[in-house]
């Protein structure tokens, strides 16, 4: 069993980068993965405290070829790589000032929200969970699922639609670092048709795709089948993890992945075939 998604303090996660190997550990892992959003700042710390196999990743937010919002998983990244530090300044300078923006758009509604009381509850890179976070503490909204649809999903008036990478970018960028790029979740959204994840695909493919996510906690056992097809029509490795970030998710274990409810877990082999893809180029 292992697990190739999972986020730290260092981004929006609640495990602190150090602890994730023990705890992947004590779930009876034998591997697992660092991928926090557009930030290696855990890496270092997660890599020290190895005690089962540790794979050194991160999570690109990136453009898709129609500007949809994507999220790329590059693992086995050397995370001193020049090219992938700067481009993870850039990100962090259009993610500070998307998070402005939303704030004051947010604060005009009426509602009483400090960029402080944020980056209070951040070790790290700073998301819109963190902004989710104080406006549950303070009352204005009833949970996650209510702040994003009310102050900050794609839907809510409040939102802002943060500068992001070109996917060719994002892809380039994992490369030179020696990473693996991975579609993160591809199918997890129910608006994302098997021919858009097609065509999508094609694209990502032509700019050096080089594997998928299947196993994902939000893949219907369909899904996560239309995604193993394509991944062996176009050649590509198959990825996947919890997407731990805490909370209700556990590292390593995916919800009611069979159709009797039982949770999934993400196969040894598939990390297996990734070091031989790598060591094959
Ligand atoms: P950001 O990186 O600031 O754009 O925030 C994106 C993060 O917000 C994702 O990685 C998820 O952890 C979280 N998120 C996105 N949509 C939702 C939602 N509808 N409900 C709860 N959390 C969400
Ligand atoms: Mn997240
Ligand atoms: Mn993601
Ligand atoms: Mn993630």
């Not at 929200?113 to 819109?128: H, Y």
Request: glycine share 10%; hydrophobic share 40%.
């Amino acid at each position: 069993m292992i697990d190739l998604h999972c986020h730290t303090t260092a981004s929006d996660g609640v495990t602190p980068p150090g602890e994730l190997p023990r705890l992947a550990e004590s779930q009876g892992l034998s591997a697992v993965a660092i991928t926090d959003h557009d930030t290696i700042d855990g890496v270092q710390d997660f890599l020290d405290a190895a005690c089962i196999d540790v794979i050194p990743g991160i999570e690109l937010s990136a453009q898709g070829p129609n500007g949809e919002n994507i999220h790329l998983v590059g693992l086995f990244i050397d995370h001193t790589a020049a090219p992938l530090l700067e481009t993870l300044e850039t990100l962090r300078r259009w993610r500070d000032e998307r998070n402005m923006r939303l704030l004051r758009n947010i604060i005009d509604t009426g509602v009483d929200i400090t960029f402080e009381e944020v980056s209070a509850l951040s070790d790290g890179v700073i998301g819109r969970p963190h902004i989710a976070d104080v406006l549950i503490n303070k009352g204005y909204c009833k949970d996650s699922q209510d702040a994003f649809r009310r102050y900050l999903g794609e839907r809510a008036p409040t939102y802002v639609q943060k500068e992001a990478l070109p996917y060719g970018k994002a892809i380039e960028v994992i490369h030179a670092s020696g990473g693996l790029a991975i579609w993160a979740h591809p199918m997890a959204r129910t608006s994302m048709t098997n021919t858009k994840f097609k065509k999508i695909l094609a694209d990502f493919v032509a700019a050096g795709l080089d594997g998928v996510e299947a196993y994902y906690p939000e893949h219907t056992i369909t899904r996560r089948m239309t995604v193993e097809h394509e991944a062996e029509v176009n050649g590509l490795l198959v990825s996947g993890g919890s997407d731990y970030h805490g909370g209700s998710r556990h590292v390593g274990v995916l919800p009611g992945g069979f159709s009797n409810g039982a949770p999934l877990c993400v196969p040894d082999e598939l990390l297996e075939r990734m070091k031989r893809r790598i060591k094959a180029r």
